[in-house]
């Protein structure tokens, strides 16, 4: 019977994971569209949004072994960009940073690791750990969702605000500044609103603003009004009914998923229903019934 020793064991461990390494590279090269084919206005302004210089510029290639696992992964999996994003969409943030959120993803994969290969007293199974990689996405992209809920709950009173103030003869970047001045709490939407002013009086076209705005905000809803400023604009129409009716629109939908929201409740009570409710009642109903059959017998 052949043998193999520790070593073996552990080079072949070795290559394993090296080869998952590399095919799983070849595979996300493979099918990441190649650079003219991303060519889109949104596309150039998230290039020029969000880059490696503002947010990985503190990384040296010939600094120590954090700095070189940092860059390795940044450039092998294409994570600087991926990262930038999701600092973008969770409001900008002081903490985590981009390069913080990195540090995060290394630490829960080694810590998965260590933990599975204390646990098993195998290697083989630690290996595994590196989906710990992934674990901190959920908790970020649950702040995302948090954020984007915290928008919409405000979105529809804005576009009803700027509909009236457009129709007492405003331009809709000072109806968008009269709405933000006469504001008494600040929201994330009105945060990144101001934002957009900012950008403006940066130098920034209002077209770009826009397009920044909806990219930052990551919203469906967002992106639909840039696009009707945005044609009214280019056509001249009347920016006033298209809001009316996008108002109008947004409230048919949130009435909608409030009725679907309610339907589905009648069917998710139904699993707690079985969990703890159903087995309680049973057990007061028939735990005398049982009793009483041990204590006194089966009357047989």
């Avoid at 290039?47 to 490696?52: F, Q, R, T």
């Avoid at 540090?103 to 590196?130: N, P, Q, R």
């Avoid at 995302?144 to 009803?160: E, G, L």
């Avoid at 947004?250 to 087995?279: D, G, H, V, Y």
Wanted: charged share 20%; aromatic share 10%.
């Amino acid at each position: 019977m052949l043998t193999t020793g520790p070593f073996v064991h552990y080079l072949l461990l070795v290559i394993g994971v090296l080869g998952s390494f590399f095919a799983y590279t070849a595979i996300l090269r493979l099918l990441a569209p190649s650079p003219e084919e991303d060519q889109s206005d949104l596309a150039r302004l998230a290039k020029k949004e969000l880059g490696m210089t503002s947010a990985f510029s503190s990384l040296n290639p010939h600094g120590g072994l954090l700095d070189h696992i940092d860059l390795l992964l940044l450039k092998t999996f294409r994570l600087d960009v991926k990262l930038e994003e999701m600092h973008m969409m969770m409001g900008r943030p002081d903490q985590p940073t981009p390069l913080q959120i990195l540090h995060l993803k290394e630490a829960a994969a080694v810590g998965l690791c260590a933990f599975l290969w204390f646990m098993s007293d195998s290697a083989l199974f630690g290996v595994f750990g590196l989906i710990g990689f992934l674990i901190p996405d959920s908790y970020f992209h649950k702040r995302i969702r948090d954020r984007q809920a915290n928008i919409m709950r405000s979105f529809p009173t804005f576009v009803d605000l700027a509909a009236l103030t457009i129709e007492a003869g405003l331009d809709y970047m000072n109806a968008i500044d009269r709405i933000l001045k006469n504001s008494r709490t600040k929201t994330e939407l009105e945060l990144e609103l101001g934002t957009m002013l900012n950008e403006i009086s940066l130098g920034y076209s209002r077209r770009d603003a826009l397009k920044r705005l909806a990219m930052r905000t990551g919203l469906q809803e967002i992106r639909s009004f840039v696009g009707l400023i945005i044609q009214s604009d280019e056509l001249g129409t009347s920016l006033v009914e298209l809001l009316r009716n996008y108002a109008a629109d947004m409230r048919f939908r949130r009435l909608n998923k409030a009725e679907k929201l309610a339907a589905q409740a009648s069917t998710k009570m139904l699993i707690p229903l079985f969990i703890f409710i159903f087995p309680t009642v049973f057990i007061m109903m028939l735990a005398p019934m049982i009793k009483s059959l041990f204590t006194r017998g089966f009357g047989l």
